[in-house]
């Protein structure tokens, strides 16, 4: 069963970068089939896809933050990592790591970490 | 405001069945495959419906999905509980080069 976490500050101070690392358990990182994804849920509000990462380096962003955001892999750790510069009270959020899977659909997901964008 | 359109809510005693919509365009709905996913309260999202209509092993035959041109629909029959939460769809959007999430349902069972 796969299974992912997510991992870092739960508190970043305005202007500063985001980082948060999703740990894979259970199945490989470096399957052919997967993307490795990140997704954000504002405070009571709907979710918001950030991008994702195949095991061969290639990235896709959503097109609304490509300006501020890089997400990375480290095969052997079984973890990508998520970076969102310049970040402002409006990136306050839950943020998900997920898997989208060769049915093209997010078919595993971390629990979500809380991130505050306050000073 | 969401690329794909939702009803804030809908609600429906227990043991009966419930459509929940979703509205979206050509250059998403109307070309791509459509997901459905269930959020408990304070949970992460979970994967429903797959490729329109298609459920994931361990998902109820409670719950199915279906697609015609810009609309999908996920169904729920035999109301529980249990099944109060939100429903979100998503899919690929053509258009913007990105995954699209509609701005989800909150479902009551009465």
């Known amino acids: 069963q796969v299974q992912l976490q997510e991992s870092g500050p739960g508190l970043v101070k305005p202007s500063q970068t985001l980082s948060l690392t999703c740990t894979v358990s259970g199945g490989s990182i470096s399957s052919d089939a997967h993307y490795w994804s990140w997704i954000r849920q504002h405070p009571g509000k709907g979710l918001e896809w950030i991008g994702y990462i195949h095991f061969t380096g290639t990235t896709y962003y959503n097109p609304s933050l490509k300006s501020r955001v890089t997400i990375s892999l480290d095969t052997p750790m079984h973890q990508f990592s998520l970076k969102l510069n310049s970040v402002t009270a409006a990136d306050t959020a839950v943020y998900y790591c997920?898997?989208?899977?060769?049915?093209?659909?997010?078919?595993?997901w971390g629990q979500g970490t809380l991130v505050t964008v306050s000073s | 405001q969401s690329v794909l359109t939702q009803p804030p809510s809908v609600s429906e005693a227990p043991r009966q069945r419930v459509t929940i919509s979703c509205s979206g365009s050509s250059s998403n709905i109307g070309n791509n495959a459509v997901n459905w996913y269930q959020q408990l309260p304070g949970k992460a999202p979970k994967l429903l419906i797959y490729?329109?209509?298609l459920l994931p092993s361990g998902v109820s035959d409670r719950f199915s999905g279906s697609k015609s041109g810009t609309s999908a629909s996920l169904a729920i029959s035999g109301l529980q509980s249990e099944d109060e939460a939100d429903y979100y769809c998503a899919t690929w959007d053509d258009s913007l080069n990105a995954w699209v999430f509609g701005g989800g349902t909150y479902l009551t069972v009465l």
């Open positions: 997920a898997r989208r899977g060769g049915t093209y659909s997010f078919d595993y």
């Open positions: 490729y329109d209509d």
